[in-house]
């Protein structure tokens, strides 16, 4: 069996559709946040996650800051994107019910598929919306990550197989010391690690292999988008320069 592993997709629904005509068969999929928020599309991209009915659907903390109008954000130029887009984009091309279908999004998983257990968040099992797992995390603040309700996550028949997360941006899979894997897919909308292209990840449940996986797409057409709406050139040159280098790492 085969688990589709998306997360980050930011309103790039050209990104997104390229994922999609890409992945090939999967019988789960798993959606780990950020829907909206930097992209020109996040209507476009709910409907078509709608029609793709994931089996695990996160809140992540883009779609959160739409959802209530405020961003928890930092200073420097990626950030201000996020926070013009938030305050006046996104947040004023959002429907009053497509807020509050955000801001009811879980923002924490366990979901069991035969034998296998997985917990799926966002940022990290301790912190959900905020936390950050990268793969360069030694052993002792990897497992701090994750610690959901203050209890390690522990590796016994039965329990917890592996962990999913994004938020980072960056794909990454690694095992820790309790036997519990960690797998991170990436972003569909604004790749990061030096790679334009959508990233995403197929999990084959019955080896549990991660395979990560990278796919052109209409980069031009989301820059077109994205010009139409954004007054500030600053953060336009910060979104620019972020979809066509993939070098982008304010999340």
Known sequence: MKMLVISDIHGNLEALEAVLGDAGRY?????????????????????????????VWLQGNHDRAVASKRARLGVGYGYRAAAELVRRITYELMPKEERAFLKGLPRLSRLEVGSR???????????????????????????????????YLEKSPGDVDAVLVGHTHVPFSRSTSASIAVFNPGSVGQPGGGDPRASYAVLDLDSLTFEVRRVKYDV????????????????????????????????
């Open 27 to 55: 019988d789960y999929v798993i959606f780990l946040g950020d829907a909206v928020n930097y992209g020109p599309s996040p209507l476009d991209v709910l409907d078509r996650l709608k029609q793709l009915a994931p089996d």
């Open 117 to 151: 257990v997985f917990i799926l968040a966002h940022g990290s099992p301790r912190d959900p919306l905020y936390g950050c797992i990268h793969p360069w995390y030694t052993e002792r603040r990897l497992l701090r990550e994750l610690r959901p309700g203050g209890v």
């Open 220 to 251: 031009a057409s989301v820059l077109r988008k994205l010009r139409g709406l954004v007054g500030d050139p600053e953060v336009y040159r910060v979104l620019e320069t972020s979809l066509l280098t993939g070098s982008y790492s304010d999340y």
